[in-house]
């Protein structure tokens, strides 16, 4: 990780209609540019469906509201690259950015055969990996590739298992481990991660209990759509969760995930809040480049270290080009 300072990640993917780059050249030339602009970093969801943003919304269990039917219809899926293939391509493809996963979902791959995936993307991109993790929601994309669904409680505590397990295989000469979710016996992983003693940990979430294992185990947190007010009052949470574990809590970075949308035209604003009015307003940082660093500043008085920002259509709009040469220099 970038020591000191305000970090800026951008996401290329998320599983929002609107906000994930479909094709592999867009993705490309989005990084680079971003890279020019002095991003520090890159990421991608892991799914495989998109969806609109209402059912987002309620899918992620955002909002406590329904769509008022308890089986509503299939949404049109639109193109989506897998995160793990994409991130090994894109480590070839960008020379300086850091390569990272917002979030992977814990129950799709055996945390031990990610570790040895994540060692050997983090050999490959000389050191640039940031590994985010995430007890999985999507019950609809469960589902639909046939992946069984657990009740969140057993997801949350395999997540927290995964994330011992990982460590464990970076780390220990002869890993082994035994818990309620997984077991190892020798899973060696030769070669270990250029990074030491390993890649960042993130953990993605809003629970307690997830922000907990984040507290005991992740060198990150990530949330979702949270104003700063929300992170301010969540500070005493994190601050008593990491003393807990005899862990000082100027070592848990924060991150927020934001929808960025700089523009001076109010006409393209107000667009903007309607095709994504489904995501929490205290998520969307929309106005002018003015009005953007402002909010962005605010956020950094309540201790925000790093951002995640999606911006809406980043392939085709000229948003990136705004954040780049407007906002970047004014907020590291």
């Known amino acids: 990780m970038t020591a ?3 970090r800026v990640g951008l996401i290329l993917a998320l599983t929002v209609n609107g906000l994930a780059v479909s094709a592999y050249p867009d ?6 540019r971003a890279e020019g602009y002095g991003f520090d970093s890159v990421w991608l969801c892991d799914h495989f469906l998109t969806i609109s943003p209402d059912d987002y919304v309620r899918d992620a269990g955002i909002t406590a509201e329904t ?3 308890d089986q509503a219809a299939p949404p049109t899926s639109l193109p989506l690259l897998e995160c793990w293939t994409a991130l090994s391509a894109l ?3 960008t020379t300086r950015l850091r390569l990272g996963t917002s979030v992977l979902c814990n129950s799709y791959r055996h945390p031990s055969v990610l570790a040895k ?4 993307l983090d050999v490959i991109s000389q050191g640039r990996l940031d590994l985010g993790m995430g007890a999985g929601w999507f019950q609809r994309e469960f589902d639909a590739y046939g992946i ?5 409680r057993d997801r949350v505590s395999a997540l927290a298992e995964s994330l011992e397990v990982l460590k464990a295989v970076w780390t220990q000469p002869n890993p082994t481990y035994a818990g309620q979710f997984y077991t190892l016996d020798g899973a060696i992983c030769d070669p270990p991660p250029m990074q030491r003693p390993h890649p960042p940990l993130w953990v993605g979430g809003e629970g307690d209990r997830v922000q907990r294992i984040a507290a005991r185990a992740a060198q990150g947190l990530n949330v979702r759509w949270w104003s700063p007010q929300q992170v301010t009052e969540r500070r005493d949470f994190l601050t008593r969760a990491c003393e807990s574990v005899g862990r000082d809590p100027q070592t848990l970075s924060l991150s927020v995930t934001a929808l960025l949308a700089p ?6 604003a107000a667009r903007i809040r309607a095709e994504f009015a489904s995501i929490p307003a205290s998520g969307l940082i929309v106005g002018s480049p003015e009005q953007c660093v402002e909010r962005i500043r605010e956020y950094q008085r309540a201790g925000v270290a790093q951002f995640l920002f999606t911006i809406p259509h980043v392939a085709r709009s000229e948003y990136l080009d705004i954040v780049g040469q407007e906002i970047i220099p004014l907020i590291k």
């Open 67 to 69: 769509s008022g039917t």
């Open 117 to 120: 995936m994540a060692a050997t």
């Open 4 to 6: 000191g300072g305000t």
């Open 148 to 152: 069984p669904f657990p009740p969140v």
């Open 27 to 32: 993705m490309v030339a989005v990084s680079q």
């Open 263 to 268: 523009t001076a035209s109010e006409e393209r």
């Open 91 to 93: 480590a070839r493809d």
